[in-house]
Structure formats: structure tokens, C-alpha cells
């Protein structure tokens, strides 16, 4: 007898197959829960409520903005699809909100979109997608997944400008199996064409930008809102201890920063280097950047090991370039030895790691760039 199997993977009807759909309120989320309700499927959308809106920052370049849920809300009914809103702003501040926080007072860079998948998104919502017993959640991240065997391989999206795999390496084996991502073939202007199509009024809404609790980009101002006392001046030094000048906190700085150094030199100076238990900024030469080995904690696999004995590819930040890499793992120590050149590789960022094969870049998990 020959099995037949609907668009996501499962063997049985469109109709008989329950699913929800994240709904931001942007074109992505909307036109996935669009495909889905014109192919049949039982779709319930679910908007999540992640913080509480200011003028502020309902007026930036977003996600989850006060905006984005009315805009949910009005696609859900345009479609004729049932929708709730999830209150998940207590969470969100511990989850994401803080460890952002507390990230840039130790001198990193970090990545709240990752946290926000692994601790709300990807782990409340998921949960609250099994309470219902539906069959899958349903995302409009660009990723590419690949259903064999009742298991599901992550891959770069067809879009590589839109490729978001990269804030998607802590999801796990359990998790990846139970998502899917329909919008991995498509190019962003096919994802509106279809948005049109449709008929959504968010078919021409602009893509959000910005972090969506930090308005305009303006991720001090939110420091200062929940952490008043880190603003602590201290020295601006160079790689061999000698004082330059002074900063007035680390948290205004980044590694591979340039503007706001304040420091006249022959040649431009860049941040190297960020010492949180000193309180120092270490600048230098942009060739002092360079790194070609990387430490590495909290690692993510969605392969076996096998895979790691050969070269593998990483990207070091979302968008960087993928570079070819060797992983070392001893004794439950991580780290990575870069093939080829990088600048301004951060702690804090995320270290994906990726392997080609017949069907494209495949996910093979990633870990957190550490000192």
C-alpha cells in the first residue's frame, strides 16, 4: 500500500492535521498561516505578548510590538482561523531580557533572539502547542527542513540574505522534530507575492529591524532603565597595559568597535578586547582582531559525532560568511580552530556549525562564543 503524505510530512489529510502557527503580526508568520489554511490544514494561531509597549517602542522598527498583535489579530480573522494571545512578558524579562543584560556587563556581545527561541518561544509556546495536542508548530523563520523517517534535518534557507538558522542552533533533536518551516524555499518577494495573493493587509508591511524590546537600536538606554549603577568610568589601555585614555562604561563598547574610542592614534583604533572584572577597554590595530581560535561552552548537537571528524563550516555572527573550521573536543572542553582569517569575533555570539551535502547547508549545531 502507498503511503501518502500532506505538504508537512504527515500521513494523513490536511484536514485531519492540527497545527499551530507562531503569528508575529509581520509578513512572514501571516502568509505561513495563509499557505496552511488554503492547503486545508486545522490552523490556530498564537501571538505572543513579550513585553509591555511604550510609545517608544510600538513605534520602531520591531517585532511583538502593541501593532504587530493587532496586525495578528487581523489576519487570524481575515482567515477565519481561531488565534490567541499568550501573556508571556514575566518570562520574557527572565529569560531574555536580563541575561541581555547581564551579558553586556560582562563584556560580550549577546544574541537575545536566540535566547528568546530557546526559552520562550521554542520551550513555553512548544509546550503549550503539545497542551493542545496538535501535530506541529509552524514558524515563518527562513530555514529549510528536511522530513525523512519522522525526522526533520535543518538546513540554510533557499534566501541566504534571509537565512535565520543561525538563530535557531539550540533547538533540539525532540523540538526540531515537531516544527516546521514552510517559507525555506522561498525567496522573500515570493513570501509577499503570496501575502497578496492572499489578500493580508500586512502583504507590503515593512520587515522589523530593531531588537524588539530596544527602541531605535538604542540598546544603552535599555541598560540604563534596568541596570542604573554600570555606568563605571575606567581606563581605555592598549594590548601591552599602557592607559590611553578613559571610558565611562564598558557597556558603551563592543569588540570591533571603532567610533567613540576618543583616542588620536597614527593608526584607527578598534576594540579588542573588553575586561568586565577590571573595568578595562582593550584597543589596538584592526590586524590585532584576527583570531583563529575559539573557545566554546554550552554546545548544541543536532548530528552525531561523526560529522565533526572531517572540516565543518561556522558562522561566528548572523551575518557573517561561512568559514571553514575544524572543532576540537577533549574531556568535555570545546573549542574551534578557524581555517581562515576573522575579524572581531565577540564572546557572547553564537558559533553555528554547518555541513554541506546534496541538499545544502545542513545545521549540525553550535555553541556560545566564550573568552
Not at 522589523?208 to 538606554?221: A, E, K, L, R
Not at 541538499?359 to 549540525?364: F, K, M, N, S, T
Amino acid at each position: 500500500m502507498k503511503h501518502i503524505f500532506n505538504s508537512l510530512g504527515f500521513e494523513k489529510r490536511p484536514k485531519d492535521t492540527t497545527i499551530v502557527v507562531a503569528m508575529s503580526g509581520g509578513v512572514d508568520s501571516s502568509t505561513v498561516a495563509g499557505m496552511m489554511k488554503k492547503e486545508g490544514y486545522n490552523v490556530i494561531g498564537i501571538t505572543l505578548k513579550l513585553y509591555d509597549n511604550s510609545k517608544e517602542v510600538s513605534a520602531s522598527k520591531t517585532c511583538c510590538s502593541g501593532q504587530d498583535i493587532f496586525d495578528a489579530k487581523r489576519v487570524a480573522n481575515k482567515l477565519d482561523i481561531e488565534h490567541k494571545i499568550l501573556y508571556y512578558q514575566n518570562k520574557f524579562k527572565e529569560g531574555v531580557i536580563d541575561n541581555f543584560v547581564d551579558s553586556y556587563l560582562k563584556g560580550e556581545t549577546p544574541i537575545p533572539c536566540v535566547q528568546c527561541n530557546k526559552t520562550v518561544k521554542f520551550n513555553d509556546l512548544f509546550q503549550e502547542t503539545l497542551n493542545i495536542k496538535a501535530d506541529a508548530l509552524v514558524t515563518g523563520h527562513y530555514v529549510k527542513s528536511i522530513t525523512k523517517n519522522n525526522q526533520t534535518e535543518m538546513y540554510r534557507a533557499i534566501d541566504t540574505n534571509r537565512d535565520q538558522s543561525y538563530f535557531l542552533f539550540n533547538t533540539t533533536r525532540h523540538q526540531l522534530n515537531f516544527l516546521r518551516f514552510p517559507l525555506g524555499n522561498l525567496l522573500k518577494k515570493e513570501t509577499r507575492e503570496i501575502a497578496k495573493e492572499l489578500q493580508l493587509n500586512v502583504a507590503d508591511k515593512p520587515d522589523s529591524q530593531d531588537i524588539c524590546f530596544v527602541p531605535n537600536g538604542d540598546y544603552v538606554s535599555v541598560i540604563q532603565k534596568f541596570r542604573p549603577d554600570a555606568f563605571k568610568r575606567g581606563n581605555i589601555k592598549n594590548s601591552e597595559g599602557k592607559v590611553l585614555g578613559v571610558h565611562d562604561g564598558i557597556v558603551n563598547f563592543t569588540i570591533g568597535q571603532r567610533r567613540g574610542i576618543r583616542i588620536a592614534a597614527k593608526e584607527p583604533l578598534y576594540v579588542i578586547d573588553i575586561n568586565s572584572e577590571k573595568n578595562e577597554i582593550i584597543v589596538g590595530e584592526k590586524k590585532e582582531l584576527i583570531k583563529k581560535n575559539i573557545n566554546l561552552k554550552n554546545l548544541n548537537f543536532l548530528a552525531e559525532e561523526k560529522y565533526f571528524d572531517e572540516d565543518i563550516f561556522v558562522k561566528v555572527r548572523s551575518t557573517g560568511k561561512l568559514l571553514k573550521s575544524k572543532l576540537n573536543l577533549n574531556n568535555g572542553s570545546s573549542s574551534l580552530t578557524l581555517l581562515e582569517d576573522e575579524y572581531g569575533i565577540s564572546p557572547g555570539q553564537a558559533c553555528v556549525f554547518y555541513k554541506k551535502d546534496k541538499e545544502g547547508d545542513r545545521v549540525l549545531g553550535g555553541g556560545w562564543i566564550t573568552k
